[in-house]
Structures are given as structure tokens and as C-alpha cells.
């Protein structure tokens, strides 16, 4: 039936990873927009949820929407991908240039379309402006703020806290990636991704493209956030430690207990049109 | 298994647009009434849950029963195809003439469906009018000026946020379409056609069919919105919003991203025997 | 995979119409006594988790238990057989002389199965007679009575009224019945009905199988109803409305739209061993 | 796909039932021990869900998880064999004695996993006999006492009522086991299993094994119920009326409307080594 | 379809224990560690929702997230691995030594893997020390103290209730891993594994893994335990717990139950490459 037992799946995730570094800038692009986009729809619902049910844990259980949908479409989340490339890497089925390249589109992409979905979010929420108070804009500046603010006061303790945030949360994000390829039936991929992204978002763990929307939305909202504690406080540390969560907790660890043994090392690819070209999932 | 890969997944939505663009005007008409009733049913379930529990959230997640069975049984929903026909004329397998026949009939079948909806539903829960004041009549009248006055007020800026907020309606709704594509199995489509339904009801964002059946049935509660509030200030820049979210951000996006290289154009087909015939969903 | 496209769908429905107009008395009876004693279950466990939350949308959620009991079963139910059984005529798989006989034979098996579960579930719950209030008998008697002695008081208005929400309601409720034909899977049967019926029944729609449980035991507990209160402001107008709403919103509109072309015209069955027999479902 | 059609559930229970009928003493009562424990362990955590959330539809609702886990496991529950066994004899699969053997064990082996989990339970609940009062150890005690004083006072019509409400449970309760196979998928097996029985918990019938584990476990509490009060005016009249509800109502009057035609009539089996050995579920 | 008859399911629960009991020490400790990380991960989740709600049903309810990920990627689990390995010894496939070896590194991995995660979480939830008040922090503490501090009060009591309530949970846990093996489909799966698992953390059992988390963990957060307090009252006695049920309760009475009569025996597998390598789950 449809369950892809453990060796196989490690197999499946590293092939798509190393498709994934053979993608066109554009395309990318466009899937990274969306991505970027469909996370930030997500936190929405999620925040919506929260403050109408006045319970966090109701807006964590509705926040994967947007995780499904991406992974189901076979979109760009540098997030993701933290885990999946450097599986194909070690799996000598991509080169490290060509994750880096994807990571670094894969981000622009995802900030994008953040930023997009903010805007246009910022228009809805705040009437254009006419409107400068509601409990889903405090919300949004709040949590915001929380993210940033609160660890530049810690100072270094802060820099310690949020890259520790940010492994938790990406050792289950990638984790959530990962089943999606634990079914080939739509409604076991489904299920079984809502688990682990239910699990962070639940517990206020650091997602650095959740935050590429929401520090920014909240920044045009008139939250007291400059650019650089944006980034320094949050952005730049939030993507170390999802990286390092993505790759060592799920794509190293996973790796290491299921390899297959006399598994033949494939030459890299460097093109498009590889065999693994339909395997976007 | 039952799940289908983002790139077969672009196909059979864009071979379904083709198909629907062929429909003789009898049947877009009976399955865009079908389709707008099921709308307005689904609104009046979402508005109890939402009366019962002060709860929009809740309101939501029932929301997208008619929107399920709309897709399941294959009927024509303006707002779905308007991502769902464009695709199909970028593959070239339609005309823009077929596609604005559709969309014109889809339009006109749902519009007549909502209201028959709207007029049975009038019957019922004003008792024929023996009574004026209920939760569910206070509900439908207050939503149905937010979305028509407040806008109004606001001028040039009502104008803007009505778009964007249809925009963002609409990028929802056309990817629950084509999330009913995303597997084979029934289990399958109504979970993944729910995800961004539910989404997008929860945010309040605009759908030109929903309001079709909302707003002129406020009219007959006694809302104060004229003929011109409904369709200057609503339903004229909601259907042009739902259509540009629909088409930009569904239909273009992943057309850009999911081509098949090699894919022979198929001949436009303008006939109701196409080979397409049973490919309603 | 499972599920079924809408031509099929019907085309299926269809044949089962017909077999079913081919039962025997006894088969119709006693699978009419289930349905209708599975309705009042279902009913009565809705009204207990209404009471309970003090949410009717609650009480609604739960109700379809029975209904899907009865489809996945292929029992009788008069009330989705008012679609299914006119849209084998059309398709002249039956005659109109089988309808009315199986119509009425699933109505009187409906009505003793209805009573049955009313009776036993009226020892249960006034402990014989021993205790005349409690919640559940409170609501039982008000629910009954709003939908008599409330149509009756508005005279020729109450009178459009209740078949106004006899045809809302089996609009859906014929529907689910359909949707148990549009998967070939029992998980996909279940969700796919759950839908239409919750939806209808969150709404107070009138329901005649139902309303054959839950007015005479209404009555028994009490409620200030006569014989021709039951049957002249409710019972009567409802299977009306009923039998309208489901024939032509659902048998006759999805005949129009999913017509065979080529269909060659088969015989009508007379007898029971027909090569149909095993199509319950 | 996986849905079984009705003609066929009827045949493959009878055989199950054919099968159980032949099982030696040790695996009866080592599969009902384990039955009779599930559903104390489900029974205790319908109570803890009830006592937290004041709302005992909550507890019905999770109530099923340990009927489920007995008929995946293929295990032997006295109610559920009810129908399932004379199912068998009816069909001339299994003689009566080889049923009232089947009951009797199973009746034994339900009764000791019952006691089993109950002294477990009240070592842990109590703390030993360290605390007595806890809202866990009121709700059994008072439940407890409901389902034996309150029927011993009103006499005779108390009987009437004892018995009607265990028919009413075993209904239901067997439906849940034919339900067990009206898929062939585990998936819908759980979720058509899953709505009689919550349907019956819901409503507060009688059900054997539940009284089994919660009426010698209230006596150990310190409930004022004696072991006459237990036996007299629970244990037996419910297993009758258990008998009745589930032997009439479910495996008589399906047999009615699906018996196969020209069925050859089979032997009926003696021995362990049936073909029919691997027929547990 | 995917459901797995029990004769099948017992077998191969057995031949993956028999695969578990020849795992290199590496890879034991690094998906011991992993196991152990999850259902940390599933404590803070479930303690969160609890806290949020004020209802311990709501927590239990999230509870099985990390269990689910531990069985559907095929990690070790002490505590499951209690049934599954001695019901491969009870076949023949394995020795008490490969037991004892699995038994041993499993626990090592599991508790590095529940105390990595303590401190990461520890840090995240008292900002490095910066906070050491709480809902969460609060709960833990409570929790933790409750589950070492009362039973050492009690005294030789105390052993037998601490025992015993961890018996009662590794019945349900082991139930649980048994589950996974009830479908070939990962819905099935999902479903099957979260209801008795759900069950057990419902009704504060004892969990020697959960423990290994909570206990250390709290201690961190200011916890008044010793180190003593927790092995002597909670962890060793716990152990020995989940031990006995598991092993008894689901590994021995389902091996009663369900032995293949014929079944050759197989030999004992002493190195890595066995022909049941890949059947991890």
C-alpha cells in the first residue's frame, strides 16, 4: 500500500533534494514566492484562530494549511530544504555550489513572497491605513516585537536563545518536509505532515520565513522594529539554527542510520533535464 | 498510489479548463446554479457555527462543505474557472473566446443560483417575513453592509482594499480547485480542497459567488444597501480582484513552473464530444 | 483510485434506483424499519449533545451517524430514494408503477421503525413514565411543537414555509445520498456524506423521516400536538417538499447535466433476481 | 476499492461468527480478557474526558478507542458475538451448542479482564486506598449506583427499563462489529466502527462488559451496591436484553434482506483447523 | 487492501523485533536518541495544549504527535521494544542476549535523547534562566514532583502504585507500536498508533521515556528531586513497570493467541545484513 518504509523514503527525499538543485533561477523563484506566501496566509489563519479562541494551541493546529499545500504542490522552502539538499550532498548526489545556489534563491524567494502577502495583508487588515488598531494587528506587532526586541535586551543570552528556538523548530519543520514523502497517498502525506509543523508552531518556535512576514508586517504596522534588529536579533541567527536543526537532527541523523549499503554513487546533476525531472515531491 | 504530482497536476486542471470551455450553455447554466445555491447553503451552515459559538474560526471550518461537494460533483463555479480556463488557453487547448463564454454562463448560473438560495433561505428564516430579528438575519445584514458601505465610505481606498481583498480571496479559492486534482482518491481531494477554503472564509477576504447570494439576500432582510452599493462597490471589483488573484497568482504561477517541455498543442477543441467529455473533474 | 467521476456517478445511482424499485415488500420493510429507527438514534444522540454544549451545531455534527449507517448498509430511506428512484425513470431503467411502490412501502417501514425506536427510547428516557422533564424530553416536546403547532398558528404562510424547508432540506439530504456513490471506498463513502447531511441538519430544515420519530415521541412525552397537527402541519407538507426538493434540484438537475449520450435504453426490471441485485450501494 | 457491499458483510461475519464458534477455551478467554480490560480502559478515559470537560459527549466520543482496538485485534467480545454467532447459525455455519459455548467462555473471559483492569485501575486511582475522593472515583460510583439501585427501586418497571435500554445498547454495539467489515482498509474499519458505538455510549445504555469493569470496580471504591444489586438488577438482565437488542435487531434482520440466493448450505465445523482460521476479522 | 489480519500482524511485529535486536550499537543510539527527543518534543506539546485549555484531554489528545513519528520512521523505543523484541524470542527469532544488548542501548539513547532535548527546551522556556515562572514551567515542576515525591512519601504503597500505573501504561504504549503494524497504509497507521497512546498519557500513566524527559528536566527548571529520587522512585521501578505489562500483557497474550501452528523456526539472526533489514517498521 501507500506507506514508503524509512530506507526508502531517506532515498526519495535525497533525489528530490538533488533535483531541487538543478531547478532554474526562475522557477525558484516563483515557487519561493510562493511558498513565501502561503506561509504568511498560514500565520494569519493561525493568529485569527488564536485571538478569536483566545488559545494559541487552536492557531497552531490550523497554521500547517500553508506547510501542506507547499509541499503538496512541490514549491521552494529554503527551510525545507535545509535538511533535504545536504542529504543529497551527502549522498554524492549534488555538489555543495549547487545547494548553495538554492538556499540562496530559494531565500530571496520565500522573502518575497512574504513581503508580497504582507502588503497586501496590510491593505486588508488595516483598511489602507484607516484602521490602526484590531486584535489580530496587535497580535502581529506583538509577537513581533517578542521576536526581536526581547532578545537584543538578553544580549548575547538572547543570540543563545534564539538560535536554540530556531533548531527546535526547524528540527521538526524538516521533519514535516521529510513525510510528506512517508505516503504516496494524498491524505497520508497530508496527515502526516500536519503533526511535526503543528508540534513548533504550537510551542512559539523561530521559522525564519514565518518571520519574513511577520517582522516586516508588523514594521509597516508601527511596530517599534528597526531593520537590523530584524535581522540581527532575528533573521540571521533564526537561519543559522534552522539550519543547523534541519541538517543535523533530521538530514545527518537520518542519513547515518539509513543508508543503503551498496547503494551505487550517481554522478551529479548539472542540468534540467535530469531523470529525476518529475520528481518535484 | 493516489496522489498526483504537481506537474501531472497542471495537466488535468488545464485539460478540465478546455473541457468546461465546451460545456453547452444548458449545462454551464444548471451546474453554475447548482453550484451557487450549494455557496449560499454553505454560508448559512458557516454563519450558524459562527451565531452558536461566537466564533468565526469555527463559522470557517464548516464553510467549505458546499465548495467540496461543488468540485466533487464537477459542477461550474465562475471564480474556480478563473483560474482553471486561462491555464488551459496558455497550454493552448482553448480559445479566450470559449473561455469568456464560460465565464459569462458560469457567471449568470451562479448568480440565479445564489439567489433562489437566497430567496428560499429568506422564506425560512424570516418565517416568510412573520419575523425581522434572529442572530442568523442580524448576522447576514451586518456582514453584508461591512462588505458593501464601509467600502463605499472609504472611496478611492474602498476601492483598493475590495480588490486586494478579493485578490487574496481568490489565489485561495483557485488553488482549493486545483487541490482537488492533487489525488485521485475522494478522501484525498476533500481533505486538500478544504485547506485553503477554510483559509480564506476564516479572514473574512471577498468571493464574488458567496457575496452574489449574501448580499441581495441582506437586500431582502431589510439591509439598507442599494442595487449600485451591491454591484459598484462589491460585486463588480470583487468578481475583477477574484479573477487577476485567480489567474496571476494560481493559474500563471504554476503554469510558469510546472510546463511540460515537450508538450505537443493540442488542437483547440470546439465541440461538446471532445475526447476531454469525461474528464469533469 | 476511488473516487468516482459524476457521470459514472449517476449512471450508478441510477441503477441502484432501479434495483431498489424491484425489492420485495419484506426486504423494503425491514430495511425501512432500520433507516427509520437509525434516524431516531441519530437523532436523539444530536439533541443530547445539543443539550449538552448548548450548541446545536455540535448536535448537528454528529447527527449523519445513522444516515451513513443507512447508505453504507443499503438500507431504505423514502427520503433519498425521492431522488434516486424518478432519476431511474428518467433514464427508463424503471417504471413510475415501481416507484410509487417502493415509495410507499419505504415510507411505512420508515414510519414503524421510527415509532419502534420511539417507543423503546421513551422507556428509556421517562424511565417508563417516572420522570416527565429532563433536557432531552424538554427539547424533544419544544422541537416538536415548533414544528407543528408554530406552521399551523401561520395558517397558508406556515404552510409555504414548512414545504419551503422540506425542499431546502432534501436538497441535501438527497445529495448525501448521492455522495455515498462518489467514492468506492468506505472512508471516502463517510466523509463525502457527512457534508450535505450535517449541513442540513445545523439549519432545522425538515426532514419527514426524522420528523417520524420525533413528533409522535414528542407526543408520548406529553407535547400538546394532535394526530392531525402532526400530519396536516408537518408530516404531509414536509414528504411534499421533500419529494420536490430532492427530485428535481437533485435527480433532475444532475440528470441534465450527466447524460450518457449513447446510453442505449435497457429494459425495466420486474423481478427481484435482476443482474442488479447485488448494486445495493 | 476497499468498500464491502452489504450481501458480502453479512457472509463474511457469519463466517467470522462460524469461526469464533470454534475456538479452543484458552483463546477465548485470553482474547476476552483482553476485551474485557479495553473497554475498562476506554471506560475510564470517557470519564476522565467527561469529568474535565463537564460534557459527557466528549467522553462518548473518545469512548470508542477500545472497541476498536478489540475488533482489529480480532479478539472476543460477548456482546459483539451476540449477532455475529447466531448470524453463523442461522446461515447453518455453527450449531448452538458451539455458540453457547463461544458465549459462555467469552461471557468469563470479558468478565475477568474487566475485574483484571478494575483492580489495576482502583490501585491507581485511589492511590492504594490512600485517597477516596477524586472526581474519577465520584463519576464511577455514582454512574455505578445509577445503573443498579435507581432500576431496583422502581420494581418491576425498573426491570422493563434495565432491559430496554441494554437492547437499545446492543444495537448499536453490534452494528460497530458488522461495521469492522464493511472495509477492507483499517482506516475505514476505525471510522465506520467508531459511530455506533459512540452513538450508544452517547446516550447512557446498558452495555455487559462496561458494567463488567464499572460495577465491581464502584464496589471496591466503597459504592453501596451489593453483589445481589450487581447481578440481579445489572449484570443479568442486561446480558438478556444485550442478547435480544444485538441477536434481533442486527443479525436476524439483516440475515432477512441479504441472504445469498443459492448459498450452498456448509458444513457446519468442529474443529480449530477451519478453513476458516484466518477469518478473525 | 491495507488491513493487516492479526496472524499476519503478530508475525510480522515479530520479525521486525527480531530485525531491531541486530542493529549495530550506532544506530540504535542515534534513532534511540531521535525517540527519544520526539516524545519530549509530544510532552511540551501536550503540556502547552493542557495548560492553554485547562483540560488534560486536550493534552492527551496531542500527546501521540512524537510517537507517530517514531513508529512511521522505524526509530527505537525502549519502551515499545519491551513487546516487540521478547515476542521474536517467544518465536525463536532472536535471543534473550540481542535483547538484553537492544534493551540496553535503546534505554542509553532514549535518555540522551530526552535529556538533549530537556536542555534545549530548558532554554528556550526559561530564556536561559532569565525566567523561572511559568504556566509551562510550572507544570512540569508539578508534574515531575508528583510523579517521584508522592509515591517516595508512601513508601512501599508508593512502589506498588508507581509499578503498577506503569504497567498499565506500557499495555496501551506496546498496544500502540503493535498498531503501526495493523495497516500497510500510513493513514491506517496514524490512527490505529494514537488511539491507545492517547489513552495511557489521558490517564497520567507511567511512561519511562516520557519520564526521562520530565523528571531531569525539571530538575533543571529548580525541581525540588534528587537524583536518587528519580531512579529509586520513578525511573527503575517504572522501567520494571512498563516492562512487565508490555511484555505480558500484549507480547505474550497475543502470542498465545495468535501462534501459527506450522510455522518452521526459524534461526536466530546474529549480524546485520539479514534478509529482514528492511523491514525497520
Known amino acids: 500500500m501507500d506507506y514508503i518504509k524509512p530506507t526508502q523514503l531517506v532515498e526519495d527525499v535525497a533525489h528530490t533534494g538533488a533535483y531541487k538543485s538543478t531547478l532554474s533561477i526562475k522557477d525558484i523563484l516563483v515557487k519561493g514566492v510562493l511558498s513565501g506566501a502561503f506561509l504568511g496566509f498560514s500565520t494569519t489563519l493561525a493568529y485569527t484562530a488564536a485571538t478569536e479562541s483566545k488559545l494559541g494551541i487552536i492557531g497552531a493546529l490550523v497554521f500547517p494549511v500553508g506547510f501542506v499545500l507547499i509541499l503538496l504542490l512541490g514549491l521552494e522552502l529554503v527551510t525545507g530544504n535545509f535538511a533535504m539538499l545536504p542529504l543529497a550532498r551527502l549522498k554524492g ?6 545547494i548553495a545556489y538554492n538556499f540562496f534563491w530559494a531565500f530571496v524567494g520565500n522573502l518575497l513572497g512574504s513581503i508580497l502577502y504582507g502588503a497586501l495583508f496590510y491593505i486588508s487588515a488595516t483598511k489602507l491605513g484607516h484602521i490602526s488598531e484590531s486584535e489580530i494587528i496587535q497580535k502581529i506587532i506583538t509577537v513581533a516585537e517578542g521576536k526581536t526586541l526581547l532578545y537584543k535586551e538578553l544580549g548575547k543570552d538572547g543570540m543563545i536563545i534564539v538560535i ?5 523548530c526547524n528540527w521538526m519543520v524538516t521533519l514535516g518536509a521529510f513525510m510528506a514523502f512517508v505516503s504516496s497517498s494524498t491524505i ?13 508552531f504550537a510551542q512559539g ?16 504596522m ?6 537590523s534588529d530584524w535581522w540581527l536579533w532575528n533573521q540571521i541567527p533564526v537561519t543559522i539554527g534552522n539550519f543547523f ?11 547515518l542510520v539509513y543508508r543503503k549499503k551498496n547503494a551505487h554513487l550517481e554522478k551529479v546533476p548539472t542540468i534540467h533535464q535530469s531523470p529525476l525531472k518529475d520528481q518535484a515531491l
Chains 1, 2, 3, 4, 5 share one sequence.
Not at 525564519?208 to 511577520?214: D, G, Q, S, Y
Not at 536543526?245 to 542519513?255: C, E, S
Open 188 to 200: 497520508g502525506k497530508i496527515a502526516a505532515m500536519w503533526l511535526p509543523v503543528f508540534l513548533f
Open 245 to 255: 536543526g534541519g541538517f543535523v537532527f533530521t538530514g545527518l541523523a537520518l542519513h
Open 222 to 227: 508601527g511596530a517599534d522594529i528597526s531593520f
Open 164 to 168: 536554540t528556538k530556531a533548531i527546535l
Open 93 to 98: 548526489l549534488t555538489s555543495s555550489k549547487n
Open 205 to 220: 518556535f523561530e521559522h525564519a520565513v514565518v518571520n519574513m512576514f511577520l517582522i516586516p508586517t508588523a514594521m509597516m
